[in-house]
């Protein structure tokens, strides 16, 4: 498998960019909505992912898909696939 290809049998999400300070690395934000057990209504839960973006193509607002892959540090088990929509 060369370099820059993903298993496609790996766990896949979308999310927002939230920062790009780090070299190498971006913070993904992923929203989801669930119902509330006693109360059924709608709440937003989000959850910030470390994803590994090796050409530092990505910028803040822009909405990306990730895929899990090896530990590549303490905090980073995710790679950049794609970038679906570049922020305005």
Known sequence: ???GEIKTNR?????L???TKMDKSITVSVERKLRHPIYGKFVKKSK????????NACNEGD???IAESRPLSRRKRWKLVEIIERAK
Request: hydrophobic share 35%.
């Open 63 to 65: 909405t990306v898909r």
């Open 11 to 15: 766990k896949q999400i979308v999310g």
């Open 1 to 3: 498998m060369s370099t």
């Open 48 to 55: 910030k992912f470390l994803a590994h973006d090796e050409k």
């Open 17 to 19: 960019v939230t920062s």
